[in-house]
């Protein structure tokens, strides 16, 4: 979990595709829709029984963009995929841990 010293300074979007997050340690993300759609951890993507990803993550399309994201409470973002995926959390921890551009 984040600790109280490490948290989002800001959120912004770079394009249809990407957007960053810049923490208050210093280190900015930049990061692709797509790469966040291949992580999703709703049940639509993730067999709830087994735990084993269910979407393919070939199919997902890196030019990928979303209908909506919006914030969580202060903890996570949830995003609107324009593929109709829309029940994904991403907790700042889980976006702090997806690989991406810095």
Wanted: hydrophobic content about 35%; proline content about 2%; aromatic content about 6%.
């Amino acid at each position: 979990m984040l600790t109280e010293a490490i948290s989002v300074l800001h959120i912004e979007q770079m394009d249809d595709c990407h957007f960053t997050i810049e923490w208050t340690d210093g280190k900015t993300q930049t990061f692709l829709l797509a790469d966040i759609q291949k992580a999703c951890p709703c049940a639509r993507c993730v067999s709830e029984e087994t735990g084993e990803r269910v979407l393919d993550v070939n199919t997902v399309n890196d030019h990928l963009t979303a209908k909506r994201i919006r914030s969580v409470g202060r903890y996570a973002l949830r995003i609107d995929f324009m593929t109709g995926c829309s029940a994904g959390i991403y907790s700042f921890d889980m976006l702090r841990k997806i690989p991406c551009k810095s």
